[in-house]
DNA sequence: TTGCCTTACCCAATCGATTGGGTTGCATTG
DNA sequence: CAATGCAACCCAATCGATTGGGTAAGGCAA
């Protein structure tokens, strides 16, 4: 069929347009008129027999062509911390799916959380010509997005908000309070947080809510217990360390913003010889795959990380429809397990 | 500076050139040709003014206009079974800096492991004119590759490989020879494998290696303690669970072709009322960064997974300039942890 | 019969960059 | 002095699709 293995030659509105005796830009508004607006376009019998050709010769218009005339690539650029942290894998999947969906094609890199390398990564995807950015990496204390408004760029935040930015996270400050009054009503009153990066939304909504519904309920926490740190095992392990050295008594819960702290605390708690869910209450978030699977199975506030994604893509449109969107907050859900599930 | 918010009209080859008073072709050839190879295109202090002036207005060409007419779009196209797979996610990070290195940007694409959306995503990436794609999710049974080589398609191998295509895997039959060495040593006699799906190169070249090193080292190994199994925490809990009911006597270690797998054993060994590394030796495979930092340290293969990433670009890129390349297969190590640590 | 609509098309410019093939003016060479 | 070479450019076609502006043919009403 293709003896030499050389790339055939892609099928063109000319070549289609040729071999139907007509003129491409006929073909063009047949194909490209949503049925209806096919005004005066062409004859029903001829529209038909245009898109019988095309099928039948598989034509597939060229996007570069298509981009270069219209001006729009129908590709997003998406930046994230880095697509190994679990959490913005998934996220990114719901992206995918509803980019897809839509039609449109997305790009992902990896900032590293480098407001460096996030403002590189963002000038290679407006030099591709994205029509949109969806931001997975906002810093609380950055100018980027500043910078991108006065540009004119397109854009809307996932994962971690800004306010006075179009962004789709999950209700953060709402997750916190949940797992607030989880571990009060489970008879805590004595309670300590990995709170995350202070940079980060996701971390400093968490903490809060947390907070605020604690002393809601009558319950202290002091600026010892509040411990931030990296999101990873590691950054857990080293808050766990810190919490346990600072405050005497020490606490009988742990809230980690993030199941990756939490499973470096359930590390640090086995050195000491505590045990998680007897000696030491724990709550994660975002209850990432893992945590119903671990030997103790971690309670953890659920996020809708798949419909954030989604979300943020829905945005997106609109914004690119000139739409003025405001932020929108997916509801989190608390998911009781054996970690946090002992009356004390 | 933009009151409106509307993005600036991008500086083209024709503005450079209107203010310099020289042809647009002319400049092209200054910004495009390789420093050397601008023969006569122009002269040195032309070439300096043109170089100047597109620094100064913020020049950067156009890549669909340049994509229509050189027919290369710079776009590499990469398909996995899923990002949230974190082995995937680690070496797509690799992809992506190897490809940013070379002026490429990629798109990935997630087929879930289904054959059939596989396949849609390849023809996305296909219409979207990509310069080849990276696969990632090729399965042993399927005809998708057969196809694109008829097509004339430049694609490479990536974490799985069949016969007869180019590929970057790690040496998986070798990390399942590690692992069975280890265990021999450490004086197990009776061992069990959570192999993995019968589609993927990675489960059958780690199950085999295993294999074959065992019966080396005079092990009897049956059929009844090598389970597939899904690769994911869930598939680990049911091989397991399958494991402990058709051994008797019980294996004293197994080997699970991947973390989550283990991790799940972790899972069903402790509703068992066994202790890894006490009542079951355990070793994983991959070494993802969760495997250090389990309650119970995981032992497990290590496999360099951001320079496999990183393989499949260059390799694609050779292929890309008609070499012909062959297979290749990085070293894996063995990280043995509290897991697999005790002599029996 | 004239004027006016429709219908069903066609024409040509355009998007921005690339590239094979010129042209011009000047200097050198035999 | 004619011929040749070379440096430094310019010209125009091209990639494939889109789109504002035609236009010819036919129908219908006044």
Redesign the pocket.
């Known amino acids: 069929m293709n003896p030499k293995g050389s790339a055939e030659?892609?099928v063109?509105?000319?070549?289609l347009?040729a071999r139907l005796?007509?003129?491409?830009?006929?073909v063009?508004?047949v194909?490209?008129s949503d049925s209806a607006q096919a005004?005066?376009?062409?004859?029903?019998?001829?529209?038909l027999r245009v898109r019988e050709l095309a099928r039948e010769l598989g034509?597939?218009?060229?996007p570069q062509?298509?981009s270069?005339?219209?001006?729009r690539t129908r590709m997003f650029g998406v930046i994230v911390p880095r697509l190994s942290d679990l959490v913005l894998a998934i996220m990114y999947e719901g992206i995918e799916e509803a980019a897809a969906e839509a039609g449109y094609s997305t790009f992902v890199m990896n900032s590293r959380d480098d407001p460096e390398e996030e403002r590189r990564k963002t000038e290679i995807m407006l030099a591709r010509r994205v029509d949109g950015l969806i931001i997975g990496d906002a810093h609380l204390d950055g100018n980027l997005l500043h910078d991108l408004t006065n540009r004119g760029v397109p854009f809307v935040l996932m994962n971690r908000r800004i306010e006075g930015y179009p962004s789709a996270t999950c209700d953060d400050a709402l997750g916190g309070r949940l797992a607030a009054s989880h571990l009060w009503e489970k008879g805590h009153r004595r309670v300590a947080v990995i709170a995350g990066e202070p940079y980060a939304s996701t971390a400093v909504d968490r903490t809060a809510g947390f907070v605020d519904r604690w002393r809601e309920l009558g319950g202290a926490i002091s600026e010892d217990a509040i411990v931030w740190s990296r999101f990873d095992t590691v950054g857990g392990r080293d808050a766990t360390e810190k919490i346990l050295h600072a405050c005497a008594p020490p606490p009988t819960a742990l809230f980690a913003v993030n199941d990756f702290a939490a499973i470096g605390a359930i590390g640090t708690l086995r050195s000491h010889g505590l045990q998680v869910g007897r000696d030491m209450a724990l709550v994660g978030y975002n209850d990432t795959s893992l945590a119903s699977q671990l030997p103790i199975p971690l309670s953890s506030v659920h996020s809708p990380m798949n419909e954030i994604g989604r979300t943020a893509v829905q945005l997106l449109r609109r914004v690119l429809k000139g739409e003025h969107v405001q932020a929108v907050q997916l509801r989190p859900t608390l998911c009781v397990r054996e970690s946090s599930a002992l009356q004390l």
Chains 1, 2 share one sequence.
Not at 12 to 15: C, M
Not at 21 to 26: D, L
Request: hydrophobic share 30%; proline share 6%.
């Open positions: 030659r892609a063109t509105l000319k070549d347009a005796g007509i003129h491409p830009s006929t063009s508004r194909l490209h005004r005066g376009a062409a004859s029903a019998e001829t529209a034509y597939s218009p060229d062509a298509t270069l005339r219209t001006r």
